[in-house]
Nanobody, 122 residues
Framework: QVQLQESGPGLVKPSQTLSLTCTVSGGSITTDDYYWSWIRRPPGKGLEWMAAITYSGNTYFNPSLKSRTSISRDTSRNQFMLQLSSVTPEDTAVYYC??????????????WGQGSQVTVSS
């Protein structure tokens, strides 16, 4: 069974770039035909889909975040990464990676990581 694990700093200063890594086991980001996705949940708010990358390397972005977001992968380590630039306290959230069959907030048959709390504060 596929497992995903987020990693990254828990605290980022305003205006800096947030970087997160998702390590995948039990599956392959280069052969499994899914949307390897990043999603976040700000405190007191709903899930917000951010970006996805496919097994072939195609990338997709939430238009509201596209100007600040990049997604990439390290195929040798079976990892995919998120970078969010120019962060503000409004980017404070729990960040999740997931393997999904759809773009957008993953449907019920997705596999999720446990989530990584990121706080933006000086």
């Amino acid at each position: 069974q596929v497992q995903l694990q987020e990693s990254g700093p828990g605290l980022v200063k305003p205006s800096q770039t947030l970087s997160l890594t998702c390590t995948v086991s039990g599956g392959s980001i280069t052969t499994d035909d899914y949307y390897w996705s990043w999603i976040r949940r700000p405190p007191g708010k709903g899930l917000e889909w951010m970006a996805a990358i496919t097994y072939s390397g195609n990338t997709y972005f939430n238009p509201s975040l596209k100007s600040r977001t990049s997604i990439s992968r390290d195929t040798s380590r079976n990892q995919f990464m998120l970078q969010l630039s120019s962060v503000t306290p409004e980017d404070t959230a729990v960040y999740y990676c997931a393997r999904a069959n759809n773009l957008g907030v993953p449907a019920g048959d997705a596999f999720w990581g446990q989530g990584s709390q990121v706080t933006v504060s000086s």
